[in-house]
């Protein structure tokens, strides 16, 4: 199991930035793919971003351009960078480890791909 702590949110304008770091540990991150979720008050949990051992990378379409997700296995840590935050881009994001441990993020848009998750961190963007 993995253990995942994210960190980084807060209040910013609209076409701020912000960082969002998820530190992982029970195991290390090297052999997971990773990935992000948001999810808005009312809504729906909804797939951000992902990356594979390899550093492969899939967005969503709505963040594609402003966010980027990398990881440092070193660190066993993921980071999410949000540039050009708007306004709904406000929900509580979270970072999540494949289950069942794999290298690949296959099917990386379904929250059911994923078996370990953090507690969240709050991102407002206000205008």
């Known amino acids: 199991q993995v253990i995942l702590a994210e960190s980084g949110g807060g209040s910013v304008q609209d076409g701020g930035s912000l960082t969002l770091s998820c530190t992982a540990s029970?195991?290390?991150?090297?052999?997971?793919?990773m990935g992000w979720f948001r999810q808005a008050p009312g809504m729906e949990r909804e797939a951000v971003a992902a990356m594979d051992v390899d550093g492969r990378n899939s967005r969503a379409e709505p963040v594609n351009g402003r966010f980027t997700i990398s990881r440092d296995n070193a660190k066993n840590t993921v980071y999410l960078q949000m540039n050009s935050l708007k306004v709904e881009d406000t929900a509580m994001y979270y970072c999540?480890?494949?289950?069942?441990?794999?290298?690949?993020?296959?099917?990386?848009?379904?929250?059911?791909?994923?078996?370990?998750w953090g507690q969240g961190t709050q991102v407002t963007v206000s205008s």
């Open positions: 029970g195991d290390t991150i090297s052999s997971y793919c």
């Open positions: 999540a480890a494949h289950g069942p441990p794999s290298p690949r993020c296959s099917r990386w848009w379904e929250e059911e791909s994923f078996a370990d």
